[in-house]
Every structure is written in C-alpha cells, then in structure tokens.
C-alpha cells in the first residue's frame, strides 16, 4: 500500500470514528456512589478538602439528614 494511500485510510478511520457517536456519550452519568454513607459515625472518618485551605474561596459539606440516608455534598 503507498504511504499516500495508507494516510488516507488513517485518515478516513479516525474522521469515521469521530463522526460516529452514541447518544449515552452525550447524556451526563446516572448517580454513582463511590462510597455510600450510612451513618453520621461515618462521616466523622473523613476529612474535606477544599480550596479555602490554600487561600481561595470555596467550601465543602458532608450531610446525613434524620429523614434517611440522603447524602448531600457540595462545593460553593
């Protein structure tokens, strides 16, 4: 194959590949739990980071409500 002919196969791919896409792609991700508090025990285990600790302005908050195990995490 010459090299012309094997820059436009390469070529042709990738265009194929990036015309080609998939609505789930383009949709944000369901909810997903990296790790599922249970209890306000459970949050006293762990530490927030944010920036404020380096001078900037935001702020971070774990919550367990008394209503369930309805978890609340923010930065602002």
Known sequence: ???VRALWQASLTAT???LSWNLDD???PSERFIYN???K?????W???SDSEYGG???AALEITDAGNEQSGGTG
């Open 37 to 39: 508090f249970s209890s």
């Open 1 to 3: 194959m010459s090299k």
């Open 41 to 45: 025990e459970e949050l006293k285990k």
């Open 57 to 59: 302005l935001s702020s």
């Open 26 to 28: 383009m949709l944000p």
């Open 47 to 49: 530490h927030l980071y």
């Open 16 to 18: 194929k590949r990036a």
